[in-house]
């Protein structure tokens, strides 16, 4: 599975199981059929099964940072981990899990442990916070062989200068499902705006 093949990872909040669905659905006709359901809700499980029916959706699970939330998660459809940070322990139950895992990494010692444990492309966040597309590009210089997925803080008016860098992977991002349309049901509206991304990023590589 490759995870970064859309370039663009929409990072998915929802307080209700009922919203499950349609948002999965708008990602899908937005052109964007890979989500990562943070685990900062109680609904988060519920809405990885939901969605993990959808046809054509690739649903994962982010802010992973103990490890029985890898077996909730496998329980309920997960096909991958997203960690905001470096756990061996988290990355081991991944692999035993069969599923691949994008960890978190922001300093050169994390990177470093990341390499140490085979891990070639980390989650690079709050990216905003440590130094955005010039922190990434200093990273980058001794770490040649490492991708970034910066994530915290993307929108559509700096997708093009982080995908531009050609150690980035793919982004990260949840400004495609703001909470107030799905408040609203506003589904199209997300669907609109995963559209906006897609071609965003078409134009940036
Ligand atoms: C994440 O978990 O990856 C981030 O919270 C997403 O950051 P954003 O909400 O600023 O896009």
Redesign the pocket.
């Given at each position: 599975m490759d995870l970064f093949a859309y370039k663009i990872i929409p990072?998915v909040v929802l307080q209700n199981p009922e919203d499950a669905r349609p948002v999965g659905e708008a990602l899908v006709a937005g052109g964007l059929p890979i989500a990562?359901v943070?685990f900062r809700t109680e609904a988060a499980a519920e809405c990885v099964s939901i969605m993990s029916e959808i046809e054509g959706l690739t649903v994962g699970v982010?802010?992973v940072v103990a490890l029985p939330q890898i077996e909730l998660a496998v329980e309920a459809g997960a096909q991958f981990f997203?960690s905001?940070g470096l756990r061996p322990e988290l990355i081991r139950e991944a692999r035993l899990a069969g599923k691949p895992i994008l960890p978190g990494a922001v300093t050169p010692s994390e990177i470093m442990e990341a390499l140490s444990l085979g891990i070639t492309t980390v989650?690079f966040?709050?990216a905003n916070l440590y130094g955005g597309v010039a922190g990434i590009k200093a990273l980058a210089a001794p770490f040649t062989s490492m991708r970034f997925v910066p994530?915290?803080?993307?929108s559509p008016a700096n997708i093009t200068e982080y995908l531009s860098l050609s150690c980035v992977a793919a982004l990260?991002?949840?400004?495609m499902i703001p909470p107030a349309l799905v408040a609203a049901g506003d589904f199209e509206g997300i669907t609109k705006l995963c559209r906006q991304a897609v071609e965003l990023a078409a134009a940036a590589v």
């Open positions: 990072v990562e943070t982010g802010t997203v905001p989650k966040f709050p994530t915290g803080g993307i990260g991002g949840s400004w």
